[in-house]
């Protein structure tokens, strides 16, 4: 059986006190129809940086400034088989007035939401909702 490390970057996009999710599209074969931070896999050869910046263009039709690095954390999936180490960074839209525009093969809807709406889309021993708790603690 073939191992392999896949790293993802996710931003903690923040505007006005709130974070921004989207949804999966339900036609994604990974999680159809979940809630995430925006983000993404990085491709080979790319920078965290690059893979951000491009996956936000790609998903939101938004140009981000990326800031600093606030949390990490690991998973096994695939049956073993992939080991994804998944890194957060914060992030502001470069123009606060741009219009988001979602690429519907990507993302089905998208909401700005507040700490204290985290627990409606995220589970309390879910890692992407703990990292949302912290940025959110950290910011």
Same mark, same amino acid.
């Given at each position: ?5 896949v ?5 903690? &996009?923040?505007?006005?006190? #709130?974070?921004?999710?989207? #949804?999966?599209?339900k036609?994604?074969? =990974?999680?159809?129809? #979940?809630?995430? &931070?925006?983000?993404g896999?990085?491709?080979?050869g ?10 936000l ?5 938004m ?5 600093? &690095?606030f ?5 096994v999936?695939n ?10 960074y =914060? ?6 007035n741009? #219009?988001?525009?979602?690429n ?5 809807e998208?909401?700005?939401i507040?700490? !204290? ?6 589970? !309390? ?5 703990n ?7 950290? &910011?």
């Open positions: 059986m073939d191992k392999k490390q790293i993802t970057a996710c931003v903690f &996009l923040h505007k006005d006190g #709130k974070v921004l999710i989207g #949804k999966r599209s036609t994604k074969s =990974f999680l159809p129809g #979940k809630w995430e &931070l925006p983000g896999h990085v491709e080979f790319e920078t965290v940086e690059e893979c951000l910046k491009r996956e263009r790609e998903e939101f039709n140009d981000i400034n990326l800031d600093k &690095l949390a990490e954390y690991t998973y999936m049956d073993g088989k992939d080991h994804v180490i998944e890194v957060l =914060f992030a502001t839209m470069k123009n606060s741009q #219009k988001i525009k979602i519907k093969n990507e993302i089905e998208y909401k700005w507040f700490k !204290d709406e985290v627990d409606d889309y995220f589970k !309390d021993n879910d890692d992407e909702g990292a949302i708790r912290k940025g959110f603690e950290v &910011l």
